[in-house]
C-alpha cells in the first residue's frame, strides 16, 4: 500500500473523504507482482545515491551495525555517514537504538573529541529491509565488498581493539575468502577466526566457535603442519575442543587422532589426550581413560601401581600423614604454586585417573589422591590440588572416622580453588565436596540447592561431563530428602532432558534408575509397575552403576513389601558399595537395607 502511495496510484480525496486509485493503471505498473522485497528495493532506490550505498554496506554489516563501523566500512568520517544516512531515517528504513544519533546532526566538531562514533547503533527496521537493501548489490560484486569491508576493519582497527571487534571483522572476511589468494592472507584470516573461535568458547558459543574453526582449518596450507606448525597445531586443538562442546564427538575424536600423529612433544599431545578423556567419560568408557593415562603418566617419569594392595595404601597413607604433620590448613593452601609444565601435566593427567577410578578401579582411588597431595607438598600447588584434598578429606571421613579433619579438607580444596579461581576445575571440586564429605555434617536436605548451582555453573563454562554428574545429584539426593513425588517428576523431566541434549552416558547411567524408581512409586497400577524394566548396565563394568540399579531395586521392592526380594537386592548392592564409598548413597543403602532386614527377620 505505501508503495501504491508513493507511486500516487492511491490518493485520498478529501472532499470525498475516502481513497481512491484506478485498477487498470495500478496493473499496468505491475507493482502487484513484485515482491516486498523488490517494493522495498524500489523505495530505497528513491533515496539519494550516497544513501543507497551507505545503505548497501550497512545490509553487509548485519541487521544492527555501529556508526564506527559503518563509517569505517564507508571510508568517510563518522559525522559525514551520519549525514548521509540520515534520509534512510527520515524514510522509515532506519532505526537509531539510542538518542545519541542527534548529536551527529547538531555538534560535528565535537566528534573525534568525545568517540560518540562507537556508542550510536542502528537497526534495520526490519530483515526484509536488509535483504532488499542486500538485493541492490549485483550478486558478482557481493564476496568483494564483504572482503573490502572486512579488510578495511581490519586495517582500521588498534591491535588492542582487535579481540573487541574480531566477530565484525572475521565475519566479513570470510564471506569473502574465496577471493584472497595468497597463502600468507589465508594464513592470517586462519589466525583471526582462531582467535574468533576462542572468544566464541568463551562466551559459550560453540557453534559459532565450530564454523570460525571449521573455516581455519580449511585456510590452512596442505604442508601447514611442516610451514605453520604451530598455528596449525593451536587450530586443531581448539577446533577438537569446540567440536567436543557442540556435542559432536565423532568429529572430535577424529580431529584428536590427527593430532596426536602429527604433535611433535608428549607436552603438546597432553591437551589433546585430555579432550580424548572427556569424550571416554561422556561415552561412559572409565577403564579406556585409566588404559589410555597409564602409559603417559609413565612416558612422564611417575608411573602408578597396576595392582593396589594393602601394603601400597599403608605406605602411601603414611606418607601422607607425615608430609601433612604438623601443617595448619591456612599453610597448605597458601604453598608455593606448581609452575614447571611436565609437573602440571601429570597433575591434569592423575586427576583423569581419580575420576574414572572411583567408578571403575576404586581400589586406586586413595592411592593416586594421596599421591597428587605429597606431589602437590612437595613441589606447589595447582588447581588440580584442590581434587585432592577433596578425596583424602572422604578417607578420613568414611575410612578413618575423623569427619572434623575430613570435613575441614573439604573445606581446603573449595578455598584452594578459589584461590586459583579456575573456572573449568570448579564444578568438580565443590560437587565432590557436596556429594562425598559436605553430608557428613550438613543435613542431605541441604545440598540439593547447591547441586543446581554446579549445574548452571558447569554448563556456563562447557564443563558438560559435571553439569551431567551435577543433575544426577540433584535427582538422588532430591528423592533421598524426601521432596514430594510429584514435584520430583516434573523435575526428572527437565532434568533428563538436559542429560539427553549434551549426551552425557555415564550421567544418564547413574541417574535413570533412580527416575524409573520415582515413576514407579507414582504409578497407581502396581501390575504395569512390576513389568517394567531397569536397563541393564552389566556389560559396561561401571560398579557405580550397578550400585545404582540394586540399590533403587531393593528401595522399590521394599515400598512394595517384597522385602525378601529387597534383601536380595541391597545384598548384591553391597558388592558395589566401594564405587561410591562414603557417599550419601552409603547412607541410603544402610537404612533400606536395615528396614528390609528387619522386615523379614
Not at 20 to 44: F, G, H, P
Not at 242 to 254: D, M, T
Not at 390 to 411: F, P
Request: with cysteine; proline share 2%.
Amino acid at each position: 500500500l505505501q508503495a501504491l502511495y508513493k507511486e500516487e496510484l492511491l490518493t485520498f480525496n478529501f472532499q470525498a473523504r475516502c481513497w481512491q486509485w484506478d485498477i487498470q493503471q495500478i496493473l499496468s505498473k505491475e507493482i502487484t507482482d513484485y515482491s516486498i522485497v523488490d517494493l522495498l528495493a524500489r523505495n530505497i532506490q528513491k533515496l539519494p545515491t550516497e544513501t543507497q550505498a551507505i545503505l548497501k554496506l550497512a545490509a553487509c554489516i548485519g541487521n544492527r551495525f555501529s556508526l564506527l563501523v559503518l563509517a569505517i566500512a564507508f571510508n568517510k568520517s563518522a559525522a559525514e555517514t551520519a549525514t548521509i544516512l540520515w534520509a534512510s531515517l527520515q524514510a522509515g528504513l532506519i532505526l537509531p537504538l539510542s538518542e545519541a544519533y542527534k548529536i551527529a546532526l547538531v555538534d560535528e566538531s565535537d566528534w573525534e573529541h568525545h568517540n560518540y562514533s562507537s556508542t550510536i547503533v542502528y537497526k534495520f527496521l526490519h530483515d526484509r529491509v536488509q535483504q532488499a537493501a542486500y538485493s541492490l548489490i549485483p550478486e558478482s560484486e557481493q564476496k568483494v565488498t564483504h572482503l573490502k569491508i572486512g579488510q578495511l576493519l581490519l586495517r582500521n582497527t588498534l591491535e588492542v581493539e582487535l579481540e573487541e571487534n574480531i566477530f565484525d571483522i572475521v565475519n566479513q572476511l570470510n564471506l569473502g575468502r574465496e577471493l584472497i589468494k595468497s597463502q600468507v592472507e589465508k594464513n592470517q584470516l586462519a589466525e583471526l577466526n582462531l582467535q574468533a573461535g576462542k572468544k566464541a568458547i568463551a562466551s559459550n558459543a560453540y557453534d559459532v566457535a565450530a564454523k570460525c574453526l571449521k573455516i581455519s582449518l580449511e585456510l590452512l596450507d596442505k604442508d601447514s603442519w611442516q610451514n605453520q606448525y604451530q598455528l596449525t597445531l593451536d587450530i586443531h586443538i581448539e577446533a577438537i575442543s569446540a567440536e567436543y562442546l557442540n556435542i559432536n564427538f565423532e568429529r572430535a575424536n577424529q580431529l584428536s587422532d590427527l593430532v596426536l600423529e602429527r604433535a611433535k612433544t608428549l607436552l603438546e599431545k597432553i591437551p589433546v589426550y585430555e579432550q580424548k578423556i572427556q569424550f571416554y567419560m561422556a561415552q561412559n568408557q572409565m577403564m579406556q581413560v585409566i588404559y589410555m593415562v597409564m602409559p603417559l603418566l609413565e612416558e612422564l617419569g611417575f608411573p602408578l601401581p597396576k595392582k593396589v594392595n594393602k601394603l601400597i595404601f599403608t605406605i602411601e597413607f603414611l606418607n601422607t600423614k607425615l608430609n601433612l604433620l604438623n601443617k595448619s590448613i591456612e599453610e597448605l593452601a597458601i604453598l608455593p604454586i606448581m609452575i614447571d609444565s611436565y609437573k602440571l601435566a601429570i597433575m591434569r593427567l592423575l586427576n583423569a585417573v581419580v575420576i574414572a577410578s572411583g567408578t571403575t578401579r576404586p581400589e586406586l582411588l586413595p592411592i593416586v589422591a594421596m599421591k597428587m597431595i605429597n606431589f602437590s607438598i612437595k613441589h606447589g600447588n595447582c588447581p588440580q590440588t584442590a581434587i585432592s584434598y577433596d578425596i583424602y578429606g572422604l578417607i578420613l571421613c568414611a575410612g578413618m572416622g575423623d569427619i572434623e579433619a575430613g570435613y575441614k579438607l573439604g573445606q581446603l580444596a573449595v578455598e584452594l580453588i578459589e584461590i586459583f579461581n579456575f573456572k573449568k576445575l570448579k564444578p568438580s571440586v565443590y560437587l565432590m565436596s557436596v556429594i562425598t564429605i559436605r553430608h557428613w555434617k550438613e543435613p542431605v536436605k541441604s545440598l540439593i540447592e547447591p547441586c543446581l548451582e554446579i549445574m548452571k555453573m558447569a554448563l556456563e563454562i562447557g564443563d558438560l561431563e559435571y553439569s551431567g554428574y551435577a543433575v544426577t545429584g540433584y535427582v538422588q539426593i532430591a528423592f533421598l530428602s524426601g521432596m514430594n513425588l510429584a514435584a520430583l517428576l516434573q523435575e526428572d523431566a527437565e532434568k533428563t532432558t538436559i542429560l539427553k541434549r549434551i549426551k552425557q552416558e555415564y550421567a544418564i547411567g547413574m541417574t535413570y534408575h533412580w527416575v524409573q524408581l520415582h515413576l514407579n512409586l507414582a504409578s497407581k497400577d502396581l501390575s504395569e509397575v512390576q513389568k517394567t524394566n531397569f536397563i541393564n548396565f552389566t556389560q559396561s563394568n561401571n560398579f557405580a552403576i550397578l550400585f545404582q540399579q540394586a540399590l533403587t531395586k531393593s528401595i522399590f521392592d521394599y515400598f512394595m513389601r517384597n522385602y525378601t526380594e529387597a534383601v536380595a537386592k541391597a545384598s548384591l548392592a553391597e558388592k558395589y558399595t566401594d564405587s561410591v564409598f562414603g557417599s550419601f548413597h552409603i547412607t541410603a543403602h544402610n537404612f533400606y537395607y536395615s528396614l528390609s532386614l528387619l522386615a523379614v527377620y
